[in-house]
């Protein structure tokens, strides 16, 4: 009665096309359309394709919950913005991303990298993606600080790509983000190309001796030596690398098993669901829809590509000049898409020959790439922030 009675006293009609116009199917746009397009397309490529589907799946369900026309999830206010919270909370204070490589350190066996201390080089090497696209991004029109938040995305690294962006150029977070995230789960299908170009038949059928048995104490103390250095060397890059270099000491310490357990696990998830959604929310259809945003992803592609070539043609470099064979296929795990990139190496060796077995060699460099591509990230936020 007291609702019929509403209706009357203001007019059945105007309460009836006010309720109209406030639905999200009389507000939504064509680009609010396409947005959402997007997202479930990786949701798709998550859930169907396998994709890095743990990133992907979040990142694209946030990216429909932004463009919810008239929803306010990303709005400053009480009650619905919970996804402006979550970004606020967690990227704007750089803590998902620094949290993210705590578990990262965690999950990483560093002991390729110690058990061949050479392949550091093509973890090196791969940061010439980072370099050139910096350049690339200035020559058509980005500015330094931007070119710098790009060029990230040549090191394959979620993380490091949105603590950079968060501190060089926020406004690009968005795309930035979901292009590293976009060619990190695309590595299977972007690198064997690259790779088979650069190499002969003859180089992806190298076999390498067996790697070493890396001691306890050189598991360790390579961490701690590794902040030590950074703190000398690259000061801006100890927040990344100290929170690498301290998940892997849990791992390798064998006395927090816990600790270690709950960094690999429990914490590394709840941080993965609230930074893919925080990054999705970034992902409003008034930035996308940019002829920037297209030059990120042009740019994001070549930075990859030239990172991978980059560790290749060292890796054949290294391959001709070195006693012991080497197969310069693991050059392309230099990038710091942490396996994937040794599993493609693995993947292609095992193509040409069954039973040559490389992933455990591609780790060293895959190893180095995550900690050159931090190293990198240190020097741009330094020359540039």
């Not at 705590?102 to 993606?129: E, K, M, S, V």
């Amino acid at each position: 009665m007291v609702l019929l009675a509403s209706f009357a006293g203001a007019g059945i009609w105007e309460q009836l096309t006010r309720y109209f116009t406030s639905l999200g199917i009389t507000n939504v746009t064509w680009q609010d359309l396409a947005m959402m397009l997007i997202g479930l397309l990786l949701i798709w490529l998550g859930i169907f394709k396998r994709y890095e589907p743990l990133l992907l799946i979040p990142i694209g369900f946030g990216v429909l919950l932004t463009n919810a026309p008239l929803a306010g999830l990303y709005e400053p206010q009480a009650g619905t913005g919970i996804l402006y919270l979550i970004h606020a909370a967690g990227i704007k204070t750089l803590i998902f991303p620094l949290l993210i490589f705590l578990g990262i350190g965690a999950l990483t066996d560093f002991g390729p990298l110690l058990a061949n201390p050479r392949t550091a080089l093509l973890g090196a090497a791969a940061q010439f993606g980072i370099f050139g696209t910096v350049i690339g991004a200035v020559l058509i029109g980005f500015s330094l600080r931007e070119a710098g938040s790009i060029g990230i995305i040549g090191g394959a690294d979620g993380p490091t790509s949105i603590y950079t962006s968060q501190i060089l150029a926020p406004h690009l977070l968005g795309p930035i983000a979901i292009a590293a995230y976009s060619y990190m789960a695309l590595v299977p299908i972007i690198q064997p190309p690259i790779i088979k170009l650069l190499t002969t038949k003859a180089e992806r059928l190298i076999r390498m001796a067996q790697l070493r048995e890396v001691s306890w104490l050189e598991r360790i103390a390579f961490p701690i030596i590794l902040l030590l250095l950074c703190i000398l060397l690259a000061p801006s890059s100890v927040p990344l690398i100290g929170m690498i270099a301290f998940g892997n000491l849990l791992r390798e310490c064998g006395v927090v098993e816990r600790l270690s357990k709950t960094a690999q696990n429990e914490l590394i998830n709840i941080v993965t669901i609230f930074l893919g959604l925080a990054v999705g929310a970034t992902l409003k259809a008034d930035v996308f829809f940019r002829w920037g945003t297209i030059g990120i992803f042009v740019l994001g592609i070549f930075a990859f590509a030239l990172a991978t070539a980059s560790g290749v043609l060292l890796g054949k470099l290294m391959s001709r000049l070195s006693k012991s064979p080497i197969n310069p296929m693991i050059g392309a795990a230099g990038v710091s898409a942490v396996p994937m990139a040794a599993r493609v190496v693995q993947a292609l060796g095992r193509e040409e020959d069954p039973d040559n077995h490389l992933i455990m060699h591609a780790m060293g460099p895959n190893v180095a790439g995550v900690i050159g591509s931090a190293v990198a990230a240190g020097v741009l936020i330094r020359l540039l922030g």
